[in-house]
């Protein structure tokens, strides 16, 4: 009489073998290529055609490589078309900065763990490695950078220097004819009166081993008749005492 088959030790329902290539993945493979695991993303872009503009948007089931090869093209076709309108100018950054949110859900995804039925997407080279991005984003930092600086310096020159105008239409002085200045020192708007005027408050001279005598003013180089010869302004009759950053010698 035989004996019966001794019970076995192993469960009698199937498990996974271990070293299985592909562990299962449950929920939807990515739209372009297949792969698991797969996540909604969605990458905004926008294009400025001077007076005209469009808003760009690109949504998807994705596994990662083909969601970074999205996510680079758009941002690349925005930092390149994207600026090119008054608005735009505004809205492209906003733009690149909501798609970092993106950025930072899409490498959260694991890379891909099961077959794919056709080729990913190629996400290519980082956009600080492409030059045709470099281009416009050089000369972004350059505006940002040269609009301050001009400002700068256009607001801290002295007005005397730089809005200064001769009266128009005024002779120039010369040498022993009389003036008056219809402003307050250091500013100069000076005319010719006759020395025997009550308006006349300084004699015209001329310098002396490329000095003004003392107490004497120096006046802007414009009021010569060259443009470019020296003079001097002698009082004629007391003044008040002008302000200690008074052009004089």
């Given amino acids: 009489m035989s004996s019966p088959y001794p019970h076995s030790p192993y469960p009698a329902y199937p498990y996974q073998q271990p070293g299985a290539p592909y ?5 939807p493979g990515c739209e372009v290529c297949g792969a698991l695991p797969a996540a909604p993303v969605t990458v905004r872009g926008h294009q400025g055609m001077v007076v005209l503009m469009r808003f760009l948007r690109r949504r998807g089931t994705l596994c990662r490589p083909c969601a970074l090869a ?3 093209q758009t941002q690349r076709d925005t930092l390149i ?3 090119w309108g008054p608005l735009s100018v505004v809205i492209t950054p906003v733009t690149l900065l909501v798609n970092l949110g993106a950025l930072a859900r899409i490498r959260k995804l694991p890379a891909p763990v099961t077959a794919a ?3 990913p997407l190629d996400p290519g080279r980082p956009l600080l490695r492409r030059p ?3 281009l416009p984003l050089a000369v972004l930092a350059a505006l940002v950078i040269a609009v301050p600086v001009l400002l700068a310096a256009g607001g801290s020159d002295e007005p005397s220097r730089v809005r200064f105008q001769p009266r128009k239409n005024t002779e120039p002085l010369s040498v ?3 003036a008056h200045n219809d ?3 250091p500013h100069q708007d000076l005319r010719n009166v006759p020395c025997d005027s009550p308006d006349a408050q300084y004699l015209v001279t001329e310098q002396h081993n490329g000095y003004c005598a003392d107490g004497d003013y120096y006046a802007y180089l414009q009021y010569s008749a060259n443009g470019a010869t020296p003079l001097c302004l002698h009082p004629v009759r007391k003044e008040p005492t002008p302000p200690a950053d008074a052009v004089r010698d």
């Fill in 81 to 83: 078309r994207g600026w």
């Fill in 70 to 72: 999205v996510f680079r």
């Fill in 117 to 119: 039925w056709r080729p």
């Fill in 23 to 27: 562990p299962l993945v449950a929920g």
């Fill in 183 to 185: 402003r307050e020192w």
């Fill in 132 to 134: 045709a991005v470099l």
């Fill in 176 to 178: 022993g004819a009389c």
